[in-house]
């Protein structure tokens, strides 16, 4: 197995892993430990580029530091991905070997499961690298908190606090997108959601009673809520005028696909929740898991980020800036106090 560190701008540390005898092809990023060592995701699918990967890699990464920061967490930012298709390439010899790779950091970066990995693929890597975050499945708390999120935007635009009746479409409906659909059906939400996987939705629709259609429409149906729950940069200069929807928040990475586009969506009057602040649950769940906290403890912080897009909203409001500048601006403030 051999790294190679890239130099890059913004980025601590960022690392080209190869390994000939698994197949191993994978990328590691610290963005940055000001806060602690940095906690994030392993993501494996197939990107058309090694340039792609890297550029998904530290996006990624970035976001983790401003998730943590935001969420006056004591963690850094960091991501890793492998390039692969994970229904083909994944074997126990090539995450053994992203294992040694993270290792070379010294515990600079405490990798988790994400799109494409399982908390059995995350205890593998734990049998090359220490610590690991494979214990228990944080999606449930990124829904949860993304459910208070929503509630936080519905009430910022209409003053209502249930969520009955609420039309919400849920993009993916994987780890986080099933849990949420779940949690907005038990409040009474209208719920619609699509998947690229044949029978996902369908699955979690059979239990909840949402509504199924399919993935390439979903984005531009009309809706109060459209919550993204899959891969990031679904709103674009050219998607954002297509949009039907009051509010954006969901469990998703890197929702817009640049800053600006957060002008955009004020622009016309969609409510954007800051992603990584709304999908922060799962991030304080692991937080409060490594520091031997209490599940309860954890779930009352993970409550608390409507608080957080309330008051990220009610700042972007105020200063007449994007929600996005208002998210980064909180974060920002902790990494620098
Ligand atoms: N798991 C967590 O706790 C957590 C925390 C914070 C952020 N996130 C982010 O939330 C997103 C989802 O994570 P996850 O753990 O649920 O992943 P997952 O792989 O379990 O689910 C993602 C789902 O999205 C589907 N999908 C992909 N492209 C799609 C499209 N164009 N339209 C509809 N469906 C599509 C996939 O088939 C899959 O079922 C990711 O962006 C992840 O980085 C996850």
């Not at 409040?187 to 009673?209: C, F, K, Q």
Request: proline fraction near 4%; aromatic fraction near 2%.
């Amino acid at each position: 197995m051999s790294t190679e560190m890239l130099e890059a701008e913004g980025v601590e540390n960022l690392l080209v892993c190869r390994d000939e005898e698994s197949g191993l092809r994978s990328i590691i990023a610290v963005h940055d430990t000001t806060l602690g060592a940095a906690l994030g995701g392993v993501r494996m699918r197939p990107y058309p580029s090694e340039d792609a990967a890297v550029t998904e890699c530290t996006a990624l990464a970035e976001a983790m530091t401003l998730k943590a920061a935001a969420a006056g967490l004591d963690l850094g930012g960091g991501w890793s991905v492998i390039l692969g298709d994970p229904r083909q390439d994944k074997t126990d010899a090539l995450l053994r070997a992203h294992g040694r790779a993270i290792a070379t950091l010294g515990g600079r970066f405490i990798p988790v499961n994400d799109v494409g990995t399982t908390q059995s693929d995350i205890a593998l890597i734990g049998e090359e690298t220490s610590p690991v975050c494979a214990q228990d499945d944080p999606s449930p708390m990124t829904a949860l908190g993304v459910v208070e999120g929503i509630r936080a935007c519905v009430r910022h635009r209409s003053g209502r606090t249930d969520l009955r009746g609420l039309r919400v479409n849920v993009q993916g409906a994987g780890n986080v997108g099933a849990s949420l659909v779940r949690l907005l059906s038990t409040e009474g939400a209208h719920v619609t959601v699509a998947d690229v996987l044949p029978g996902r939705a369908e699955s979690v629709a059979a239990e909840t009673g949402a509504r199924v259609v399919e993935p390439a429409g979903l984005p531009a149906l009309e809706c109060d809520v459209l919550a993204p729950c899959a891969l990031g940069g679904i709103i674009t200069g050219e998607t954002v005028g297509s949009l039907r929807c009051g509010v954006i928040a969901g469990g998703a990475n890197n929702v817009l696909d640049s800053p600006e586009r957060a002008d955009d969506l004020a622009e016309r009057d969609i409510v954007y929740a800051p992603d990584f602040c709304v999908n922060a649950g799962g991030l304080i769940f692991l937080a409060e898991q490594l520091l031997g906290h209490d599940f309860d403890q954890a779930r009352t912080r993970v409550l608390s980020i409507g608080d957080v897009i309330a008051d990220v909203l009610d700042r972007a409001h105020r200063e007449g800036i994007s929600t996005t500048r208002a998210a980064h601006d909180l974060a920002e403030a902790r990494l620098k106090s």
